[in-house]
């Protein structure tokens, strides 16, 4: 997800939330769509769908083990079309299980 290495997913459970953001940002802005991120990251899941902890750059919420969040970075071009992909997160000791199994590949229709 967004680019990180096993090794930096591993310890994501004591990062901030802007860390998983700025994850995300770096992986899109590498392919030349920074400006065409105009969101935060994700937000926590939980009893509300959109709660605590928010997962956006501004944030200095920490991650902890048990926390569900979504990570969903995408890209809009107004007028035209945007596209976002979609995940559920557990964030865990060990590192993050993803609880979405969607296909990533992009399918034209």
Excluded: N
Excluded at 26 to 39: K, L, M, N, S, Y
Excluded at 53 to 78: D, F, M, Q
């Amino acid at each position: 997800m967004c680019g990180l290495s096993p090794s930096k997913w591993q310890s994501w459970h004591s990062q901030l939330c802007g860390y998983v953001d700025k994850a995300c940002r770096d992986r899109i802005a590498a392919e030349g769509w920074a400006d065409a991120f105009v969101h935060g990251t994700g937000h926590g899941v939980g009893l509300d769908i959109h709660e605590q902890p928010w997962v956006r750059a501004s944030s200095e919420e920490s991650l902890k083990s048990g926390h569900v969040i979504t990570v969903e970075p995408g890209i809009y071009l107004p007028g035209f079309c945007g596209a976002r992909v979609e995940d559920t997160v557990l964030v865990c000791d060990e590192g993050p299980v993803r609880l979405t199994e969607s296909p990533k590949e992009l399918v034209v229709a």
